[in-house]
T-cell receptor, first 113, second 111 residues
Framework: DTAVSQTPKYLVTQMGNDKSIKCEQNLGHDTMYWYKQDSKKFLKIMFSYNNKELIINETVPNRFSPKSPDKAHLNLHINSLELGDSAVYFC????????????FGPGTRLLVL | TQLLEQSPQFLSIQEGENLTVYCNSSSVFSSLQWYRQEPGEGPVLLVTVVTGGEVKKLKRLTFQFGDARKDSSLHITAAQTGDTGLYLCAGAWDNFNKFYFGSGTKLNVKP
């Protein structure tokens, strides 16, 4: 059973397009996260939701909008994609925010052309 | 500016050798985690340390949290090819609901 799953695994798109990445966890966790990993492998938190409420919103352009329809899902919508958005986006979940084990998904590799 | 600096950035060794990688910061953390990430996958938690001076062992891996809770080290004894991967440290503070990740050490263990 997959604990944290993301779709799609690969996403290639043109600059200016709008795209969404979906994440689901079946661990019963209350907290979910979106991270961005750049080409140098630096992993940076973008957003965190706890019980469907936004608790962390780092300095991310407002072209990025997370949505949590329920505790098990956290989607990421990106408007007007730019070249610099190319990266690997990881979803993660944990039982509590900021503590304990974070379980990461397999990542979505986004390439903006 | 990165809160957590990891060194070395890259490390290539022969199977059977010992190695140590470091995670340093000028900030004091309430807890610190080590993850390993294999190519094409997400990071997987190896250990969490919370007490200054704490040492934890996971088979051939030994983790130490600095006395001042500003730094940590990961020592691998008799490295195996399966240890190859990106090692990430991540620190958290009590009042903040998030972990800051370090820049990573990419380890390659050659057969």
């Amino acid at each position: 059973d997959t604990a944290v799953s993301q779709t799609p695994k690969y996403l290639v798109t043109q600059m200016g397009n709008d795209k969404s990445i979906k994440c689901e966890q079946n661990l019963g966790h209350d907290t979910m996260y979106w991270y961005k990993q750049d080409s140098k492998k630096f992993l940076k938190i973008m957003f965190s939701y706890n019980n469907k409420e936004l608790i962390i919103n780092e300095t991310v352009p407002n072209r990025f909008s997370p949505k949590s329809p329920d505790k098990a899902h956290l989607n990421l919508h990106i408007n007007s994609l730019e070249l610099g958005d190319s990266a690997v986006y990881f979803c993660a979940s944990s039982q509590d925010p900021g503590a304990g084990t974070q379980y990461f998904g397999p990542g979505t590799r986004l390439l903006v052309l | 500016t990165q809160l957590l600096e990891q060194s070395p950035q890259f490390l290539s060794i022969q199977e059977g050798e010992n190695l140590t990688v470091y995670c340093n910061s000028s900030s004091v953390f309430s807890s610190l985690q080590w993850y390993r990430q294999e190519p094409g996958e997400g990071p997987v938690l190896l250990v969490t340390v919370v007490t200054g001076g704490e040492v934890k062992k996971l088979k051939r891996l030994t983790f130490q949290f600095g006395d001042a809770r500003k730094d940590s080290s990961l020592h691998i004894t008799a490295a195996q090819t399966g240890d190859t991967g990106l090692y990430l440290c991540a620190g958290a503070w009590d009042n903040f609901n998030k972990f800051y990740f370090g820049s990573g050490t990419k380890l390659n263990v050659k057969p």
